[in-house]
């Protein structure tokens, strides 16, 4: 007895939960009664056919206000049941009908014992993801004009992997591939995130918006997030390069020449670019000056390594603007190239140019081979531009004072470059490349 009256407590309160929750969809998301009433009944019939075998034309009448569900069933008058889930037998139709004749078809109540609890489930599954698809819907009309910019959010939950946030009064998704190395996520936590997509579609599962911790997006407006002269535009954020996680470059211009664009991102006592590497995990930042002269913007973005000289061999078929041959000292290569590629990979990223390194003496054995090779032509081709950064390799290849220094396109190997890097630290000028390394 015990056992029973749980079970009756058990399938009230199940009701109850339904009635509050229909009566809370329906006056807080402003949908009809009626509406949500069609949506519970056409889920009740799958719900009875699933749960007790019904077959046929299948009929849910529930009502809401005493939480009482019951099924009929369209059936076939026969003179002898065969299919009692589709027939139903002359006498006991009369019983019912008394006009009623054989092979008519007529509506009988087979509501199995039993079926309010499963009724009450249902009815409340549907009207839960009745409430997500209209959220959903709330939330993509909300942020319809909020894809690409930052939010702070906090980790609800963990999925197979992704991440559920909280963001305002909406859910957001956190992909897999959205979230930057070596990142762990805890309920509870809170960090800014980047939208990168909102979701429309009503019928798709998870939340309406889509964010990322690896987005480039994300570092350029946490920037301008810290930096009140990029805000402004007195300073402008030209180019972001992430490897997120690990090791990120910017590259900033200010048109007052008065106007110092790196030392405005580092911030006083580097503050600034201090809580923007905080709110990344401590990946690494470098700053770079940009420059309108590609040799030179080059030049920059490669430091803290110092460049001798580069060659620009632009390639109208190529995906970006061509490949630039940088010449570096024997000294200078492995910092130049980075760990395991990565500086001259973020470089190459925040330039646009495909990146050769070279040293002097590699670049002066290859000139000479092709100098000497037959067939080889002794003038670089007119859409090569040579940029000295003070090198001694001017004076090697001339030929009545011409530069006969062809392109070189091969990359050399890596080596790691963590001890170049110096907290908070300006280095460099104008000619030589600006870079501040976090």
Request: aromatic letters at 6%.
């Amino acid at each position: 007895m015990a056992i029973a009256k749980k079970v009756v407590k058990t399938e009230q309160e199940t009701r109850s939960e339904m009635l509050d929750a229909l009566k809370m969809v329906s006056e807080e998301k402003n949908i009809p009664v009626e509406t949500l009433v069609e949506s519970i009944e056409g889920a009740l019939v799958s719900a009875y056919k699933r749960a007790f075998g019904g077959v046929g034309q299948v009929r849910i009448e529930a009502d809401f206000a005493r939480t009482d569900f019951r099924v009929y069933a369209t059936k076939l008058v026969v003179q002898k049941v065969v299919n009692p889930n589709t027939e139903v037998a002359w006498r006991d139709a009369r019983e019912q009908d008394p006009d009623v004749n054989l092979g008519d078809y007529m509506e009988r109540e087979v509501t199995p014992a039993g079926f309010g609890r499963v009724a009450a489930l249902t009815a409340k599954q549907v009207l839960m993801q009745k409430l997500r698809e209209v959220e959903r819907v709330q939330v993509a009309s909300e942020y319809a004009d909020k894809q690409g910019q930052l939010f702070r959010g906090t980790v609800s939950r963990l999925e197979r992997g992704d991440v559920i946030m909280q963001v305002g009064k909406a859910e957001a998704l956190l992909p897999r591939k959205e979230q930057a190395l070596g990142e762990s996520y805890r309920t509870g936590e809170s960090f800014f995130v980047f939208v990168v997509d909102i979701r429309r579609d009503s019928a798709l599962r998870g939340p309406a918006l889509v964010v990322s911790r690896t987005h480039p997006g994300l570092l350029r407006n946490l920037f301008t997030r810290e930096v009140p002269e990029i805000a402004e535009g007195i300073v402008e954020l030209k180019a972001v390069a992430r490897e997120a996680g690990q090791r990120s470059k910017i590259a900033v211009w200010a048109q007052n020449p008065d106007v110092d664009p790196v030392g405005a991102c580092v911030g006083p006592r580097g503050n600034r670019v201090a809580k923007v590497v905080g709110e990344l995990g401590l990946e690494k930042v470098d700053i770079v000056r940009w420059n309108a002269d590609a040799a030179q913007f080059i030049t920059n973005a490669l430091s803290p390594a110092r460049v001798l000289s580069v060659q620009l061999k632009e390639d109208r078929n190529a995906v970006g603007p061509g490949t630039a041959t940088v010449i570096v000292s024997e000294d200078q290569q492995s910092l130049a190239i980075g760990k395991q590629g990565q500086n001259v990979r973020l470089a190459a990223k925040l330039t646009g140019w495909r990146i050769d390194v070279r040293t002097e003496k590699q670049f002066a054995e290859e000139q000479a081979k092709k100098m000497f090779s037959v067939g080889a032509p002794l003038l670089p081709s007119s859409n090569s531009t040579v940029t000295s950064i003070s090198s001694p390799l001017d004076s090697l290849f001339k030929v009545d004072g011409e530069d006969v220094a062809p392109s070189v396109t091969q990359s050399s190997a890596s080596v790691d470059d963590d001890a170049t890097q110096t907290l908070f630290e300006v280095s460099g000028d104008d000619d030589e490349g600006e870079e501040t390394g976090v």
